[in-house]
Every structure is written in structure tokens, then in C-alpha cells.
């Protein structure tokens, strides 16, 4: 991959004029592009089986389509994507596979980082990441760091998330300030549950997740982000994740711009 793969060449990324042709361009509306994107990356292991193949193969080539969503999502000026990449549940999986999509992890952080950095992207991550393995969560955090102040696109990879572990770690976080009397009980409300979640409050306003894309045909929310996609309009499409690119993502995208959102009223 190319260093500069990814970057527009008639403007700088995150160039707002730039974005908005882009969306055009796209088919899409500028003014109502979502703000947060979260998707559900789902069919690698169909995808490599289709062809006769290890699943491990469809594992690689999965990593191939997140920077091409990514890179795309700075063009069309989305500022927050949320990927979900390894569940809580995923580690029951062989572990010759889980072996297998952990060094996939490492080796992907240390590759994509300078085009992370090229195109203005901050990493983060969210889930129980004490379970990474100690130089998977080193690779990690040295992207993390590493891209800390850019501000085009937060580029959000669930690694070990559940939804349900989110919420409950939230409560044992608002538990402790409670007993250690730094919160009244009595003023407990939304706002402090979402600011004591894995990611606590988005600095781009892209706390909620406006939509969850799905890939494989599936309709599941597989316990991901139930706090923050309480609102998300829901798209489903059929693609594998290996086969999803830049105009699956669009097409989905405007399926979610046709949708109303009216958030409980009328």
C-alpha cells in the first residue's frame, strides 16, 4: 500500500469544499451526512469459504476494506467510525483463529499507522483491552498516541466490546465515585453514564451513533453500542465485509438519508 493511498491529490484531507463534492459526487447531502457511523463487519469467514479457503484469508482481506471505509469516510467528512473488530464473545472462538486475528491486529496497526496519520485520523479504541495480549495493546497504544492530534476522523475499533460489559462497567465506574462521595446519587443522569462509558464524551459532538450498517445480510445488533445506538437508523446490506467498498458504503448511506428521523416525535 502506498503511503499516500487514500489522500486526495487536489486537496488536503478534511478540506471541507472537498468533502462536500465528495459527497455530491456520492449522491449524498452534505448537510445531513451522518456524524457517527458505526458498522458491524460481518462475513469474512463466508467470503474466504466461498472460495475455498481458510477463514483466515477473509480475515485479511476484511482488514483491507476498514482503510478503504476509513480513507473514505475522511473524504466525505463523517468524523466519527465506530468498527466493531473483535467481540467479548469472539474469544470463544479456536484459538488458533483468535492467534491468527491478533497478530492480523498488530501487524495492521503497524502498517495502516502512517496512513492513519496521512489523512488526519485519530485511533482510538473501546472494550475490555486489558485481555489484548501485552504487545497487541502495546502496538495499540502506540498508535493511539502516536495519532492523538489529529482531528479529521476518529477512527473507533471495538476490540474485546460487549455492549452489556460497556454498561456494567460503567455502573462499577459510577459505583466507586459514589462511594468515594465525588457523586451524589441523587444527580445521576444520562450525561454521567455516558461520561463514564469506554469513550466517554466525543470531542466532534459524535456521541450517538446515527447509523449501523450491517453487513452479510444479517440483523442482529450482536451486542454492539446499545447505549449509543438507542436512536441509529439500522441499514442491512447484503455484501461481505470483504467484498464492502467505497460505493457499497455509499448506497448504504443513502438509504440512510432517505430514512425520517424523528427521535419519539411526530
Known amino acids: 500500500m502506498s503511503r499516500r493511498e487514500g489522500v486526495a491529490h487536489d486537496a488536503r484531507p478534511g478540506d471541507p ?50 482503510r478503504t471505509i476509513t480513507t473514505d469516510s475522511v473524504k466525505l467528512g463523517v468524523k466519527r467510525l465506530t468498527l466493531y473488530a ?5 474469544w470463544q472462538r479456536p484459538q488458533r483463529e483468535i492467534d491468527y486475528l ?7 496497526l503497524k502498517a495502516e499507522l502512517p496512513t492513519l496519520q496521512d489523512n488526519g485520523v485519530r485511533l482510538t479504541a473501546i472494550g475490555r483491552l486489558d485481555k489484548l495480549p501485552a504487545h497487541v495493546r502495546a502496538t495499540l ?10 482531528n479529521n476522523l476518529i477512527l473507533c475499533l471495538a476490540l474485546s466490546y460487549g455492549g452489556r460489559d460497556e454498561i456494567v462497567d460503567a455502573c462499577k465506574a459510577i459505583a466507586r465515585e459514589v462511594a468515594a462521595g465525588r457523586i451524589d446519587p441523587a444527580t445521576i443522569d444520562a450525561h454521567t453514564v455516558q461520561a463514564h462509558l469506554y ?11 446515527d447509523v449501523v450498517i450491517r453487513t452479510a445480510g444479517e440483523l442482529r445488533l450482536s451486542n454492539f453500542l446499545p447505549w449509543q445506538a438507542i436512536y441509529a437508523e439500522y441499514v442491512s446490506v447484503a455484501a461481505l465485509w470483504p467484498d464492502f467498498n467505497a460505493e457499497e458504503y455509499h448506497v448504504a448511506l443513502r438509504e440512510y438519508q432517505a430514512r425520517e428521523r424523528r427521535f419519539g416525535g411526530v
Open 199 to 209: 469513550a466517554g464524551k466525543c470531542p466532534f459532538g459524535a456521541d450517538d451513533v
Open 86 to 90: 473483535f467481540s467479548a464473545e469472539n
Open 17 to 66: 469544499v472537498a468533502q462536500a463534492a465528495a459527497c455530491k459526487a456520492a449522491g449524498l447531502d452534505p448537510a445531513r451526512l451522518p456524524k457517527h457511523v458505526a458498522i458491524i463487519m460481518d462475513g469474512n469467514g463466508r467470503w474466504a469459504k466461498s472460495f475455498g479457503w481458510d477463514r483466515t484469508r477473509g480475515h485479511e482481506k476484511g482488514a483491507e476494506a476498514v
Open 141 to 150: 497504544d502506540g498508535a493511539i498516541n502516536a495519532t492523538a492530534g489529529n
Open 102 to 108: 491478533m497478530r492480523l491486529l498488530d501487524n495492521f
